[in-house]
């Protein structure tokens, strides 16, 4: 007996509590996460010049399949960086290992 595996490029969001927020699987794996991002729902919402998603001030974080934009924050590649960005690198990780531990979770 066989199995068939199908995979997803499913960009997903989860918030601080390790609560699933939003996902989207509607691209099949071979898919760049970038691409699956842009044409989501999610995605084309945020490219509007007025959109409502995002409050001011406030921002999400991606890996760095993502480009940096003014509603995408994004990890500073590099060794030698300042103190700052290397605070805020240490920083962003501990928000990218929240987001493992949430799919984690989801996966139990």
């Known amino acids: 007996m066989s199995a068939l595996a199908i995979w997803y490029a499913a960009p997903s969001g989860c918030d601080h509590m390790c609560k699933c927020r939003w996902t989207n699987i509607t691209h099949p794996g071979c898919a760049s996460d970038y691409n ?28 760095n399949s ?5 509603y995408m924050s994004i990890s500073i590649p590099g060794k030698s960086i300042s103190p700052n960005k290397d605070a805020y690198s240490f920083y ?17």
């Open 36 to 63: 699956a991002w842009l044409t989501s729902d999610l995605g084309m919402q945020l490219k509007q010049p007025n959109q409502t998603v995002v409050m001011p001030g406030y921002t999400i974080f991606g890996d």
């Open 66 to 70: 993502f480009v940096k934009s003014t």
């Open 92 to 108: 962003f990780s501990q928000l990218h290992i929240t987001t493992e531990q949430a799919f984690g979770i989801h996966v139990l």
